[in-house]
């Protein structure tokens, strides 16, 4: 059974920065996309950003140039660092990862985080 941990989140004033950190354990033969979305109170959960298994990023226009997406294959972990937070990214945050599985890697399950609470006020 794969499971995701996340930690970092916290309450933080506007302008500051904090870093989230997602790791996945379990047996796993390797872990494609992997990503991070917000859900506020009473709002869909939306894609923050996104990272491939080649590097390769994506970002919402809200957080383009004040957030950061990264991973580490060896640890199956995926980051996120925050800087220039704004009340607005107030959220619980989720990662999500695209999980192979078996001794091929022929099975492929998308799994979830339980969600951190990041909040930014003064």
């Known amino acids: 059974q794969v499971q995701l941990v996340e930690s970092g989140g916290g309450l933080v004033q506007p302008g500051g920065s904090l870093r989230l950190s997602c790791a996945a354990s379990?047996?796993?033969?390797?872990?494609?996309?992997m990503g991070w979305y917000r859900q506020a109170p009473g709002k869909q959960r939306d894609l923050v950003a996104s990272?491939?298994?080649?590097?390769?990023?994506n970002y919402a226009g809200s957080v383009k140039g004040r957030f950061t997406i990264s991973r580490d294959n060896a640890k199956n972990t995926v980051y996120l660092q925050m800087d220039s937070l704004k009340p607005e990214d107030t959220a619980v945050y989720y990662c999500n990862m695209v999980v192979r599985m078996g001794a091929k890697g022929e099975y492929e399950n998308v799994k979830w985080g339980q969600g951190t609470q990041v909040t930014v006020s003064s």
């Open positions: 990272i491939t298994s080649g590097g390769s990023t």
């Open positions: 379990g047996t796993i033969f390797s872990i494609d996309g």
